[in-house]
Structures are given as structure tokens and as C-alpha cells.
């Protein structure tokens, strides 16, 4: 009866579907699948073949930016339309630093609501920084910078270093919106060392400057001894997403747990939340 029992489950688990959703592969035409939590998701694919794309942001004329983590930025011109075709050659004046590390250079991209007039585009930027001894790999130090250039003729001109850090920590996935009033949001990572509750540095943070990188003197620790005056709020893991909702000014965030905790966040004007004391 046994033996009997163990033939008849063997048989009925071959028979039965693997568990789960399918997976899709990428098609060249617009296509339809599924996962677990939505149905019925269309894609189309406008471009291909990127090594790790992290940020987009689309221009005025209907063409999209698109940052390659630590390479540098590229265009697909005409991305609205019908026949979307992507810039073999990185835009030039972004600056590049350490290229075969994707930690390092160009992260993230932002384009000022006055961007029609006035063509400044920002970047969030790791510059290379190396290993101290005894450090492991996974901590790579970088010093974090927000840079601000010019939109001419299909490159970027005018660089410069609106807001630097003073010391070098790990090189993450970084954030900046520039808000309808001109103000600069910037989200920092911070999941080590218990950075993001030292107040005197900007990782682990979200930061709010000026469109030229001075300091908004509603900021809620300007003139507080010891503290950063970019600092809106701390104690941030490691921060993937931003933004700024158009009329209400609110920011949010999301940043990643260290297995689970995940957090999505409305940030309040020094607000503490909680990181590496608190989790899930």
C-alpha cells in the first residue's frame, strides 16, 4: 500500500505545471504578460542593450535622457514617436570617472522646471575613492557630488559642483528632482557605519538646495551647530527613489531595507526615520 501510495504521488506531481507565472522574454513587437501582483502589463520596447539603466528623464522635444549607472548619459531621440532610435555615443561634457566600476560617475538626472529657458540639467555624481584597508569590496567609498550643467546643441557645457561632501562613503544609488519652485532635492544612501544619524555629513539624507546649491533658509537646520544645513531629514538606508509632488511641495522617497524593510516615505521637515536603529 505504501509502495503504492509513493507511485501515485510521483506520477500526479509530474503531470502537474510548475508553480508560479511563466516568465517573458523580451520581444522586439508591443507585447502583453502577467506577474503575480498585475495582469495584463503592455510593453513596448523603445531601446536595448544597456548595461544598467537607472535614471530617465525626458526632454522637451519628445527625445529621453537616459543615464547608464556610472557610465555616463544617453539620448533616445524621438521616444513619443513612432520610430524611437538610440544615440550610439555617450552625450559629451558629462564627466566620467571610473567607468568599468558602475559605482562610480554620472547616477542620476534632473532637468529644471525653467529647463525651456535656461537649459540647466543636474546630475548626481560618485567620485572614485579608494578601498582603505580591511574594507569590504561591497563598501566602496566614493565622495558624492550634485552637479549642474548646460543643455547646448545636444551636449552638456558648463559644469559645476553646486554641493560636494567633505568625506567618502559608500557609492550608492543616488536621487535629485528639482522641484516648480527651483528648489533641488537630493536623496543620499547611507547603510553603513551609521552615517544616516550623523547629522554633521549629507549621506543617509535627503537634502534641499538652491538651484545654484546655496542653502534655503527655511531649511529645518540652518544655523544649528554641527549639522549639515542641506539636511530635510535622516536616518535613510539606502535611497532609490524621489520625488516632488507639483502643487502640495511634498517629497517622497523609497529606499531599500537591508532584507525586506523596505520604505516608502513622506518626508517631513527633520524628520528622523530611523535607519540603521529602526527597520522592518
Known amino acids: 500500500l505504501a509502495a503504492s501510495a509513493l507511485v501515485f504521488t510521483a506520477s500526479a506531481t509530474a503531470q502537474d505545471p510548475p508553480p508560479g507565472i511563466a516568465p517573458t522574454s523580451l520581444g522586439s513587437q508591443p507585447y502583453t504578460f502577467d506577474t503575480a501582483e498585475q495582469h495584463g502589463i503592455k510593453v513596448t520596447v523603445l531601446a536595448k542593450g544597456f548595461a544598467r539603466p537607472f535614471a530617465i528623464e525626458f526632454l522637451p522635444d519628445g527625445d529621453l535622457l537616459i ?16 520610430a524611437p532610435v538610440l544615440d550610439d555615443s555617450l552625450v559629451a561634457g558629462v564627466p566620467e570617472d571610473h567607468p568599468e566600476i558602475f559605482s562610480y560617475g554620472v547616477i542620476d538626472v534632473a532637468l529644471h522646471p525653467g529647463f525651456a529657458d535656461n537649459g540647466w540639467i543636474y546630475f548626481t555624481f560618485n567620485g572614485f575613492a579608494p578601498l582603505p584597508e580591511g574594507t569590504r569590496p561591497l563598501q566602496r567609498p566614493g565622495h558624492f557630488k550634485v552637479l549642474r550643467g548646460k543643455w547646448t546643441d545636444g551636449a552638456v557645457a558648463e559644469v559645476e559642483t553646486i554641493l560636494e561632501s567633505e568625506n567618502a562613503r559608500y557609492a550608492g544609488g543616488t536621487r535629485v528632482h528639482v522641484a516648480k519652485d ?4 537630493v536623496a543620499t544612501t547611507g547603510p553603513y557605519d551609521g552615517t544616516a544619524q550623523d547629522l554633521s555629513d549629507i549621506y543617509g539624507k535627503v537634502l534641499r538646495i538652491e538651484s545654484d546649491g546655496a542653502i ?6 540652518v544655523g544649528r551647530e554641527g549639522v549639515h544645513p542641506a539636511i530635510y531629514s535622516y536616518g535613510h538606508r539606502d535611497q532609490h527613489g524621489l520625488t516632488v509632488h507639483p502643487e502640495t511641495g511634498q517629497a517622497f522617497t523609497v529606499e531599500h531595507g537591508p532584507n525586506g524593510g ?8 527633520g524628520g528622523n526615520y530611523g535607519w540603521p536603529d529602526y527597520s522592518f
Not at 543615464?67 to 513612432?82: D, I, N, Q
Not at 527651483?182 to 532635492?185: A, D, M, N, S
Not at 534655503?216 to 537646520?221: E, T
Request: proline share 12%; charged share 25%; aromatic share 6%.
Open 67 to 82: 543615464v547608464e549607472r556610472g557610465v555616463g548619459l544617453r539620448v533616445l531621440h524621438g521616444a513619443t514617436g513612432p
Open 182 to 185: 527651483g528648489k533641488v532635492w
Open 262 to 269: 523596505d520604505e516608502a516615505n513622506l518626508i517631513e521637515p
Open 216 to 221: 534655503p533658509a527655511d531649511n529645518p537646520f
